[in-house]
C-alpha cells in the first residue's frame, strides 16, 4: 500500500513540477495566462460582491508578477471553473484569493487548488500557509478547516462593508519526499 501510495506522490510532484496537475481525465490545474483573463473576471464577478472582487488591473499585475505556480487556474475541457493566487509574505504563502464559479462549486474543485498550492508552498520551503475569510461564509470555513486550517485571530472591519475576517492559519507538514496525508488527486 505504502508504495502505491509513494508511486502515486511521485507522479502527482512529477507533473506539478512542469506546472501542469491533471486531476482527472480532462481536468487540470495549471498556471493562468493573460489569455485566461476574461473567464477569471467573470468567475469573480459572480463569487464576489462588488466591493470584495479584485479589480482586472489586480489580476494583470499578479500575472506579470507572481512566480510560477503561484497564480493558477483549474480546467475542464474547454472551460475554467475556479483560479487560486499564492502570495508569499513573513516566510508564509498567503491565499490572496481563491474562486469557483458558482455553478461548479461541490466537486471537490477547491480542495484540489488548495492543496495544490500547499504543495507549492512545500517546494518553496514555506512551512504555513494563511488566509482571511468572512466570518459569515461557512462553507469556505467548513472547506478551510476541513483541510487543517485553524483561527488564529480575527480581523475586525476587515471587509469594506465592515464584515469581520477569520485569520486562518495551518502548518504545513514537511513531507520529505512522501506523500502528504491526503494527495492532491
Not at 477547491?110 to 498550492?117: D, N
Request: aromatic share 10%; glycine share 8%.
Amino acid at each position: 500500500m505504502i508504495d502505491a501510495e509513494n508511486n502515486c506522490w511521485n507522479k502527482t510532484r512529477k507533473k506539478a513540477k512542469r506546472k501542469i496537475l491533471e486531476l482527472r481525465e480532462g481536468i487540470l490545474i495549471r498556471n493562468a495566462t493573460k489569455d485566461d483573463l476574461e473567464k477569471i473576471l467573470e468567475i469573480e464577478k459572480a463569487s464576489f460582491k462588488h466591493i470584495d472582487a479584485f479589480p482586472p488591473t489586480l489580476f494583470k499585475k499578479y500575472l506579470r508578477e507572481l512566480e510560477e505556480g503561484f497564480f493558477v487556474v483549474l480546467e475542464k475541457p474547454n472551460s475554467i471553473v475556479g483560479y487560486a493566487i499564492l502570495g508569499e509574505e513573513d516566510g508564509k504563502g498567503y491565499l490572496l484569493s481563491i474562486a469557483i464559479h458558482p455553478k461548479k462549486r461541490n466537486q471537490g474543485f477547491a480542495t484540489s487548488l488548495l492543496k495544490f498550492l500547499e504543495f507549492k508552498c512545500y517546494e518553496k520551503g514555506l512551512t504555513k500557509m494563511t488566509l482571511e475569510v468572512r466570518v459569515n461564509n461557512k462553507k469556505a470555513i467548513a472547506i478551510y478547516k476541513n483541510l487543517g486550517f485553524t483561527e488564529v485571530g480575527k480581523k475586525k472591519g476587515f471587509y469594506e462593508d465592515g464584515v469581520d475576517a477569520w485569520v486562518m492559519e495551518k502548518r504545513l507538514p514537511i513531507w520529505m519526499g512522501l506523500p502528504p496525508q491526503s494527495s492532491i488527486i
